[in-house]
């Protein structure tokens, strides 16, 4: 009998409540024309409102999906569908000798590696390496012009002062935000963009922004001074900066190889842009890493993972002083493990942690922390985390799911993951009794 | 204040007015930053106050030290007595509180109930929340709460009514509610105290009778109808002079139902003294009345009506019915030794013959008697009465009890076209919430199939038809979800009409189905 993810991992994996139930519905065999299986994918035929049957497949080691519906959503309902018949009724499914072309076409092309770009003349390592050096210098050079730019903005902002701020509008903000695109600093553009809600963002709002500012103008002074400092310092104000790292790029480095369990997962949106943050735990070295996937407007994500899943692979840790976020060289899933209950954080370590951190970056946002033997508190209209030392963490004001979370909690001491800003904690899963709630 | 906070306190001020006003930032006279400052050896005081203000947040957070402080613990949660629901079971349950299949709600707690299992702890806010907006789920919802639920309803104001709709409450606990619960839970205690002390209950509301709103009032004293006796008389008796009509119509009518009781005796006296039963001639029997000319205002008191609302209905004729409508409709079967259907036959002659049927349906409505109820309904439905008025008086298919699909059936089997939005047994069948039988569901559903399947006809619209088998998918037994009712390969014409509704349909049935394996097993 081949391994498979539970029917609430598979329904975890879903984009949206729609996706839930209708892939519940063709989760029973009369959906389907045909369905069968073998040691490493399931397939079926399902029965849809257009002439032919659409054909899907899904890929049960690395738990991807492939539907020839026309369906915008991934996965689709037809892949989760067949994936919950085959999580209720692995024994009804057929198991023959070879799986049609359609299947094993793709199950190829996956494990195949992908060929080279072709380009008209092959360049020599030496080549690209010249290329990519004057790529970088290219940018560079347009990246140090607009922190010119921003520099007498941001002096003049000072000058005039903040009094007015709440007053600026968004128009204010997104202009300056522009020129930083322009000049290659999406990460810049993102940072002032943001400042525009700070200062309409009630008490308090003239410390925030002012930190805000200190820390970009942070930024502006290390990447000038970007010759004397350390390389991962380099990196870490590059990555702030907006320089992205490819897949590619990074699948060159030496990776951590480790059983990583699923602990936390996070989806925030902003101007339509969805951001989610999987956060994982190596089983064997302890080792936190976050995975940062983007879906822009009505698309979901392309990579289906969810809380509780765990899986044997190699990670690689982004270059930077701090290494949190990470990337998934190679992996494949283990159905067969569990999360085990090994966290042994403390609200003390959390807060030296994040000093560390800061002390390594920063301009790290946020940390990703396990604590164990909390308890929830009321305290008027807020939450906190507290245990026995009377350490306590206040949990954050826009935290929605805090009555989830003392309906597990029931009172008791428990073990929970989630993410420190250093102001305010954002509780993502409890450890109840060994197993992970996603709250 | 500390030195840090002074600092920071003057930084923000002078970034705040601007460097162009209140001057360059004052010099860092403790030296916090001194050193690093000078290193910087900066002129400009923009740049010199942005220096400060990214070693200042640095600072302070690289610096932050764990806070500490007494918090109030809060007390744990007890130990479970019933198992939780499986995961699958869970999942389906989440589906509902999210909002698909909304509608099975009472259903799956009723299973819950039934198989003896809670509800996992992480769904409990959703659905203590949808308790706090839906009364008549609460008693439901607190059995499948769990201890959990009960520990977790103590935090939070708007799941009050889960102490007090809990069944392990004693009696004392639920008085000493009394005083300090809102209206609603006032009113779940009645319900709790009436099962477990009824006395307790009727005492408790006459202790505080008088600061209750007249609707409140009204509504306490429906919920003695389920245990109602005689020993409930002294606040029925208060009541009865109640300054609110509602309230002394409510008091009336419950009054009606103890035999010994002054309505009941003023009521038969009454209509007694205008009804009398002739043989006639040619055989047969007739009703014939005699009916009092003026409103006594002594009637007032009983919340009798003087003036008639229903239409094609006199003044005089509404006091019959009103009257009638107080005495059990088997007093006059055993008074003259009639079936009901030979009574309302024997009426049928009689000038005031809508009157007698009105009269005799809000007495069989009100005494939920299955027979009268059945033969009236019958009557009402074959005579297509089409007045909106009448409407609370005529039983509904709910008060028929078991004769409710012999009903149903002989209506379906006397006409001839199937189920239309003019047919005689749709408005009844959307009225008959079920649980629907095997046997019964397979006639409808027969029947809507060949509804689905005859050609367009532009008089009847197709919308109501299509409708009911979305609504009927909540009634029928799930256990019929694996059969074919439908052929869906069709791809006729009027199969587009269909072809939403019943998929629809198949996925309602077939979740239901889901949910009763999965909490059975």
């Known amino acids: 009998m081949t391994t498979t993810l539970s029917a609430a991992q598979i329904l975890a994996l879903a984009p949206d409540s729609s996706s839930v139930k209708s892939s519940r519905e063709l989760s029973i065999p009369r959906k389907w024309k045909l369905f069968a299986a073998n040691e490493v994918a399931i397939w079926g035929e399902c029965i849809g409102s257009g002439k032919d049957p659409y054909q899907t497949i899904v890929d049960l080691a690395q738990t991807a999906f492939k539907c020839s519906c026309p369906s915008r959503k991934f996965p689709c309902k037809h892949g989760l569908g067949l994936y919950l018949l085959f999580a209720t009724e692995q024994h009804s499914f057929q198991r023959p000798e070879a799986a049609p072309d359609w299947v094993t076409d793709w199950l190829t092309k996956r494990s195949t590696p992908k060929p080279p770009r072709i380009e008209t003349s092959t360049p020599t390592d030496h080549q690209n390496a010249e290329v990519e050096i004057v790529r970088e210098s290219r940018r ?23 009094a007015d701020a709440p007053t600026f509008g968004y128009k204010f903000w997104d202009q300056i935000a522009a020129r930083m695109v322009d000049a290659q600093a999406p990460g810049i553009a993102r940072q002032l963009r943001e400042m525009s ?38 990196a870490d104000i590059k990555t702030a900066i907006g320089w992205t790292s490819t897949h590619d790029d990074l699948s060159k480095s030496p990776g951590v190889y480790d059983q990583w369990t699923v602990i936390g997962q996070r989806i925030v949106e902003e101007d339509r842009l969805k951001a989610r943050r999987t956060w994982l735990f190596g089983q064997q070295t302890h080792q936190i890493a976050l995975l940062l996937h983007f879906a822009y407007g009505n698309a979901t994500f392309e990579y289906p993972i969810a ?9 690689v840790f982004y270059p930077g002083a701090f290494p949190q976020r990470a990337t998934l060289k190679s992996y494949v899933l283990n159905a067969n493990s569990r999360a085990n209950g090994t966290w042994n954080g403390t609200i003390a370590s959390v807060v030296v942690g994040y000093s560390s951190a800061i002390t390594c970056n920063p301009w790290v ?75 | 204040m500390n030195r840090i906070d002074q600092e920071r306190k003057k930084l923000v001020a002078t970034a705040v007015l601007g460097t162009a006003r209140s001057g360059p930032l004052p010099p860092d006279v403790e030296g916090i930053f001194r050193s690093s400052l000078t290193i910087l050896s900066r002129e400009n005081p923009e740049e010199q106050l942005l220096d400060e203000a990214a070693l200042m947040i640095n600072y302070r957070r690289a610096g932050m030290v764990v806070s500490i402080g007494s918090i109030d613990e809060l007390p744990t ?19 509902i509180l999210d909002g698909s299949y909304r509608d099975v709600l009472p259903e799956a707690l009723d299973l819950f109930v039934g198989h003896q299992l809670r509800v996992p702890f992480l769904l409990l806010p959703d659905l203590l929340t949808v308790g706090a907006r839906r009364p008549e789920l609460r008693s439901q919802i607190v059995r499948v709460a769990g201890e959990r639920g009960k520990w977790l309803a103590q935090f939070n104001k708007s799941w009050s009514y889960v102490g007090t709709a809990s069944v392990d409450r004693t009696s004392e606990e ?63 008796e208060i009541a009865f002079v109640d300054k609110s009509v509602e309230v002394r119509r409510e008091a009336v009518r419950l009054l009606s139902k103890l035999p010994l009781s002054i309505v009941r005796k003023k009521a038969i006296e009454l209509a007694e003294s205008s009804i009398q039963l002739k043989t006639r001639i040619f055989g047969g029997s007739e009703i014939t009345l005699a009916l009092p000319h003026a409103y006594d205002p002594e009637w007032s008191h009983y919340a009798i009506e003087e003036t008639s609302y229903i239409k094609d209905i006199g003044d005089r004729a509404w006091w019959l019915v009103q009257w009638l409508g107080l005495v059990p409709p088997d007093y006059w079967s055993n008074k003259f030794g009639m079936t009901p259907s030979e009574l309302l036959a024997a009426a049928q002659l009689s000038d005031w013959a809508d009157a007698l049927r009105l009269g005799w349906s809000k007495g069989a409505k009100l005494t ?19 007045r909106t008025s009448i409407t609370n008086l005529v039983p509904r298919v709910g008060d028929l009890g078991p004769l409710a699909e012999a009903l149903l059936s002989e209506i379906l089997d006397a006409v001839s076209l199937p189920l239309h939005d003019r047919h005689p047994a749709t408005a009844l069948l959307r009225q008959y919430t079920g649980p629907w039988s095997e046997e019964f569901s397979r006639k409808v559903l027969a029947n809507i199939e060949r509804r689905s399947r005859l050609p367009k006809d532009p008089n009847q619209q197709i919308w109501l038809s299509v409708s009911l088998l979305r609504e009927f998918a909540y009634r029928i037994p799930p256990t019929l979800a694996s059969e074919p009712w439908f052929d869906v390969t069709r791809d006729d014409d009027e199969w587009m009409n269909w072809a939403n509704a019943v998929n629809d349909f198949q996925n309602t049935l077939t979740f239901r189905q889901n949910l009763y394996r999965e909490l059975e097993s």
């Open chain 1, 140 to 162: 560079q050079s347009k990246v140090a012009g607009g922190i010119v730019d921003l520099q007498i903005w941001l002096s003049d902002l000072v000058r005039k002062g903040l």
């Open chain 1, 197 to 234: 809600s700070i200062a309409a963002s009630g008490t308090d709002w003239q410390q925030k922004l002012l930190d805000r500012i200190a820390l970009l103008h942070l930024l502006i002074e290390g990447f000038e001074n970007r010759e004397n400092l350390p390389a991962d310092t380099v």
């Open chain 1, 307 to 315: 809380v509780d899943m765990v899986i044997d692979g190699e990670l």
């Open chain 1, 365 to 439: 946002e946020r940390i990703g922390v396990a604590i164990s033997d909390v308890r929830l508190a009321i305290q008027g209209n807020n939450w906190l985390l507290h245990n026995s030392e009377s350490h306590y963490l206040p949990i954050s004001s826009d935290y929605k799911r805090a009555w989830q979370f003392l309906s597990v909690n029931g009172g008791h001491s428990q073990s929970v993951f989630g993410e420190w800003d250093g102001e305010s904690f954002w509780p993502l899963t409890i450890l109840d009794n060994g197993v992970l709630v996603a709250l």
């Open chain 2, 77 to 95: 949660a007890s130990q479970e007595s019933l198992p939780s629901c499986s995961p699958a079971a869970a999942e389906l349950l989440k589906q």
């Open chain 2, 174 to 236: 639920l008085v000493a509610d009394w005083d300090t619960a809102k209206a609603d839970d006032r009113l779940a205690i009645i319900h709790r105290l009436r099962e477990m002390d009824s006395n307790l209950a009727v005492s408790l509301l006459i202790r505080s009778w008088k600061s209750e709103t007249a609707s409140n009032r009204q509504a306490m004293l429906s919920l003695l109808e389920p245990h109602l006796s005689s020993e409930d008389a002294p606040i029925l």
């Open chain 2, 368 to 386: 939920n008697n299955h027979q009268w109820n059945y033969v009236l309904l019958k009557y009402w439905v074959t005579a297509a009465d089409s």
